[in-house]
């Protein structure tokens, strides 16, 4: 699935991430040898652990005793990930035998993707539709839609401007649906159908729309926004606090980290559920 947001959002909300901040370690052949800032490791074998490869990053004066973090399974690939200053403006290592590759980016695309994983379950239940995503449009389809006691008539998300038929329900058992002439309905742009007789003809009134049904590929600016705030968020708790959340009264109540959606975020996210599924009167 597609994330809400780019990593160069993301990087403007965190301009002190730096390039090399994490670095991917594959080795390629033994002994291998990692160099920083011209001071290089002693020989490690192929097969070396990850607290091996630590540990000889360290011994190098200019990394120091707590200056990076190596993860990863015997013989790799490593993820070397550079702590305290060296978090901000560590240099590309290289080596011999073994290649190295930034890898910050795989780490924020991450946290984008669990971000935007984490909007995109929030507004399913809050729409109760399980189908919810921002994606591009599909061929159009038949949808069934209530009537209502109106002129108009709301629709489930759609493309604009891409109704073609709409046929009220004709008989039952089976259904059986006949099409309105175009000039009984008209579209509104606004995801409304106008109909000047109203939409309700009876107890629960039906009528098949043919239309592009979806929410279309782009988010809208608010759901960028809250994505790439829980981005920094799930960023900022892999080693410290993220977003402060008031408990109780705003102005004289504690403040909480969070690793998930705030009360603003989540309002922010109603607010957008409730533009989605408003009824036109």
């Known amino acids: 699935m597609t994330s809400y947001a780019t990593i160069a959002d ?4 965190l301009p002190q991430v730096s390039e090399y ?10 002994p291998f040898t990692l160099v920083y800032e011209g001071v290089s490791t002693g020989n490690l074998a ?9 540990t000889a990053l360290r011994a190098i004066t200019a990394i120091g005793s707590s200056g990076v973090n190596v993860r990863g ?78 002129r108009y008539m709301r629709l489930p998300s759609y493309q604009p401007l891409s109704v073609t038929i709409v046929a009220f329900q004709s008989g039952s058992n089976p259904s059986a649906y006949t099409a309105l002439q175009s000039y009984e309905w008209e579209e509104t742009g606004d995801g409304r159908l106008y109909r000047a007789s109203g939409w309700w003809t009876g107890v629960d009134t039906r009528y098949q729309v043919t239309a592009v049904w979806g929410y279309g590929p782009t988010p809208p600016a ?60």
């Open 46 to 54: 192929s097969s070396a652990t990850a607290t091996t490869v630590q």
């Open 222 to 281: 608010a759901i960028v926004e809250v994505t790439l705030e829980l981005a920094v968020n799930i960023w900022r708790t892999r080693d410290r606090g993220g977003f402060v959340d008031t408990v109780g009264v705003d102005g004289s109540g504690a403040t909480k980290q969070i690793a998930g959606l705030t009360n603003l975020q989540q309002q922010v996210l109603i607010a957008q559920r409730d533009q989605l599924i408003a009824i036109g009167v």
């Open 73 to 150: 399974k015997p013989g790799g690939p490593y993820t070397a990930s550079f702590q305290g200053s060296l978090a901000t403006d560590a240099a590309l290592m290289t080596a011999t035998n073994a290649t190295i590759a930034p890898a910050t980016d795989d780490v924020l695309q991450d946290c984008l993707d669990r971000a935007t994983d984490t909007v995109r379950s929030t507004m399913r239940s809050l729409l109760a539709d399980p189908t919810f995503d921002y994606l591009a449009y599909s061929s159009a389809a038949a949808k069934i839609v209530r009537g209502v006691d109106s």
């Open 21 to 30: 901040g994490q670095q991917l370690i594959t080795v390629s052949g033994t």
């Open 10 to 13: 993301l990087r403007s909300y």
